[in-house]
């Protein structure tokens, strides 16, 4: 960086500690990269389900029971928060992944994408509890 | 029509690298009118004030880039940016976030340029013309294609809002990307293959953690994220397919 | 400059995104409030009998798989970023923790499903 030797350049570099604290964009960012957190936690749940079942009828009768237990609840109550602040933050930055689209002539606006997303979020959910009700005993 | 002489408080991180071991801040009390930029503000310090007072400035009107700085904690033009909107509150000013201070306002841009000549910013010919064959002819749909990105006037706002540059400079950044990006889109170019390698190594796009800050600080609206992350999707292509079709594909 | 890997696990946390983006909240939804509750849906609809016997059926097994394997694998990548945003480097380290900990899940439960049978 100095050209020549005995230059009076002295940069001062500031730190990055609590960077993200710093402006509420930022925040919101962690917010939406800790609901990776949820979705692990989420997969772990299915994985035990999924291990309990392949133990027979005796394990998997336990595993329902742990799961109507108000802990339980509790922390699917808060799964199903963070799944939703993240279906909502992933179709918001999506947009950003897409090159130019047009129809009939005229640029997609990225809020359009986003919407059209949410939408199809919401038919997907819709979709999943016919499916879950169809197959009611 | 007379105004009531009002005063806002200008708070600087000032630095002077032979005296000061770290930056310190300063206040001073600016007289301002409503039709005063931050700029100006900073101007009178200068003036009238204390001449000691460092920042780059140029055309006073959005389009030189000069006077990008921290303005109460977000990345802004000075020029572009106006005093009426921060009164009766005290405004700090720092210099450009994520960038070394060189002195006051004033931010060692080296790294930042030395990457804008790194990736080839100027049209390689795809196919190359004689002067007698006339101009390149572009639909308007082809023109669409870049003339956002083109429109970057190297303020750095991008970087000082993009905390992956920030933690790790090795990182390209946002806005010689969307310059990358400006070109590979152009149809008049032929270098995509070269950029392309730029664009697949680690501190090319793979560095960006799709924040999307930086497209909200930029004052031309170039969409730097967008140019990244669509990257993204042609460079796990490229990635992917790079054996199948090996022609196209950058080594 | 040297091509990254990244295009890999970027693909798989995208997968892994879109799915638990649609599918995410209504799965959650149901298994870990609706059934267990008896709220709007029978608390048997999860019995033993039917749910071996939609993990028996290959597009149950698959469906299952896919949503565990590419739920943990979007979570590794995220995780492993978002350590590097709040100031943890050590980059080796973190890779294994993080892209181990989903290959871990994927075994675990590819055992599993299989071992439920057909």
């Known amino acids: 960086m100095n050209r020549q030797a005995g230059s009076a350049r002295r940069p001062y570099v500031r730190p990055m500690t609590g960077w993200w604290r710093r402006d509420p964009f930022f925040v919101r960012y962690m917010v939406r990269e800790v609901t990776a957190v949820i979705v692990a936690l989420y997969a772990i749940v299915l994985m035990v389900g999924a291990i309990r079942l392949s133990q027979g009828e005796a394990a998997w009768n336990g595993w329902l029971e742990a799961l109507r237990s108000p802990l339980s609840i509790v922390v699917h109550l808060v799964l199903l928060a963070g799944m939703i602040y993240h279906t909502v933050s992933w179709f918001e930055i999506m947009p950003k992944t897409m090159p130019m689209m047009f129809v009939g002539g005229k640029r997609i606006a990225a809020t359009t994408i986003t919407r059209v997303g949410l939408a199809v979020a919401a038919l997907a959910a819709l979709a999943l509890f016919a499916l879950a009700w169809g197959l009611r005993p | ?251 | 400059m040297k091509r990254s890997n990244a295009p890999i696990f970027w693909g798989l946390f995208g997968a892994g995104g879109m799915l638990s983006a649609l599918f995410g909240p209504m799965l959650v939804f149901i298994t870990g409030i609706a059934v267990p509750l008896g709220l709007l849906l029978p608390r048997d609809l999860m019995n033993y009998p039917r749910m071996l016997a939609f993990a028996q059926n290959w597009a149950g097994k698959a469906f299952v798989f896919a949503v565990i394997a590419l739920f943990a694998w979007h979570a590794a990548h995220r995780i492993f970023h978002s350590l590097h945003d709040i100031g943890i480097h050590s980059g080796t380290l973190a890779k294994l923790l993080c892209y181990g900990g989903a290959l871990a899940i994927t075994l675990v439960a590819a055992w599993s499903l299989l071992a439920i049978g057909f």
């Open chain 2, 1 to 251: 029509m007379p105004e009531a002489a009002k005063t806002i408080e200008i708070e600087v991180l000032r630095y002077r690298p032979q005296q000061d071991s770290a930056p310190v801040l300063q206040s001073y009390l600016v007289p301002f009118t409503d039709d005063m930029s931050v700029l100006q503000g900073l101007q009178h310090i200068k003036d009238y004030v204390d001449g000691t007072l460092s920042f780059r400035w140029s055309c006073r009107m959005a389009i030189c880039g000069s006077c990008g700085m921290m303005i109460d904690g977000k990345p802004k033009l000075a020029c572009q940016t106006f005093l009426r909107d921060y009164f009766p509150h005290k405004l700090r000013v720092l210099a450009l976030a994520h960038c070394p201070i060189e002195g006051d306002l004033v931010v060692a841009v080296d790294d930042i340029v030395a990457k804008l000549e790194s990736i080839k910013p100027y049209i390689v010919a795809k196919e190359p013309r004689t002067l007698q064959q006339g101009e390149y002819l572009q639909t308007p749909a082809q023109l669409e294609q870049f003339e956002q990105f083109s429109s970057c006037i190297n303020c750095m706002l991008c970087y000082a809002a993009c905390p992956q540059y920030g933690l790790d400079s090795k990182f390209i950044g946002p806005g010689v990307l969307a310059l990358l990006h400006r070109y590979n889109a152009d149809s008049r170019d032929g270098a995509r293959a070269e950029r392309m390698q730029i664009v697949n190594a680690e501190e090319g796009v793979w560095s960006c953690t799709a924040v999307g800050y930086c497209s909200e600080v930029c004052p031309k609206h170039v969409d730097p994220a967008n140019a990244v992350n669509q990257n993204k999707v042609n460079s796990a292509k490229d990635y992917f397919l790079r054996f199948v079709a090996p022609k196209g594909a950058a080594k």
